[in-house]
């Protein structure tokens, strides 16, 4: 079955520190790859998405992300965590061509940033 | 502006209420979704809309009913709930459900509490 798995569950770090989250997904044809982030209290938001082209993907905030086909991996970075990054972090894929809309979401990983 | 947005915030109902979740989008999106999410867990697909039929329906039971009356309108109406149904219900849209316009953003969701 097509699934999404996201291995850090709850990542705790200090402000300036650098943040990468994993996130993997089992599927070897055609992907299409986002990061939402859900800040407390607030409503699911697009952090960035890969459909084709380069790899490294440059999302909002300062986020990116780099679509390594080979280990069927899209992961998250940043170079320098603020407090203000402290959320709930979703890795999502739509699976093949088939046009179904159909989102898997990973289990999600919580981020604590400490001032 | 890519807002969806979803009445009421909050709603508390019995098991015995009638009630109805509203999602309004206004961005020209022809894909509409309704999705459940419980408390640290990420968003579990309900239904998808597209060009306001129903495309997709994860198997939800039958006292959740969509209706999608109009390309900017999408309702879930809830009858006979029960306690564990008890959730934040997010609305999402996207351009469309071809791949590479399917980008879906969401709404701040409705709390629902059922007592």
């Known amino acids: 079955a097509q699934s999404v798995s996201q291995h850090n569950h709850h990542v705790i770090l200090s402000e300036a520190a650098s943040l990468e989250l994993g996130c993997n997904y089992s599927?070897?044809?055609?992907?299409?790859l986002f990061w939402y982030v859900q800040y407390p209290g607030q409503h699911l938001q697009l952090l960035l998405k890969?459909?084709?082209?380069?790899?490294l993907v440059k999302g909002i905030k300062g986020f990116e992300a780099e679509f390594i086909k080979s280990k069927f991996s899209f992961n998250l970075r940043k170079p320098s965590v603020q407090w203000s990054d402290t959320a709930e972090y979703f890795c999502?894929?739509?699976?093949?061509?088939?046009?179904?809309?159909?989102?898997?979401f990973g289990q999600g990983t919580t981020l604590q940033v400490k001032p | 502006d890519t807002e969806v947005t979803q009445t009421p915030k909050h709603l508390v109902m019995g098991m015995t209420n009638k009630k109805s979740l509203k999602c309004e989008q206004h961005?020209?999106?022809?894909?509409m979704y309704w999705y459940k999410q419980k408390a640290k867990k990420p968003p579990e697909l309900m239904f998808v809309?597209?060009?306001?039929?129903?495309?997709i329906n994860e198997s939800v039971p039958s006292r959740f009913s969509p209706e999608c009356p109009n390309s900017s309108l999408l309702n879930l109406h809830l009858h006979a709930l029960q306690p564990e149904d008890s959730a934040l219900y997010l609305c999402?849209?996207?351009?469309?459900?071809?791949?590479?316009?399917?980008?879906?953003?969401f709404g701040p969701g409705t709390r629902l509490t059922v007592l």
């Open positions: 999402a849209s996207s351009a469309s459900l071809r791949v590479g316009t399917d980008t879906q953003y």
């Open positions: 599927y070897g044809g055609t992907v299409n």
């Open positions: 890969y459909f084709s082209g380069d790899p």
């Open positions: 999502a894929v739509t699976f093949g061509s088939s046009n179904t809309g159909k989102l898997i």
């Open positions: 961005m020209g999106h022809r894909a």
């Open positions: 809309y597209s060009y306001e039929k129903l495309s």
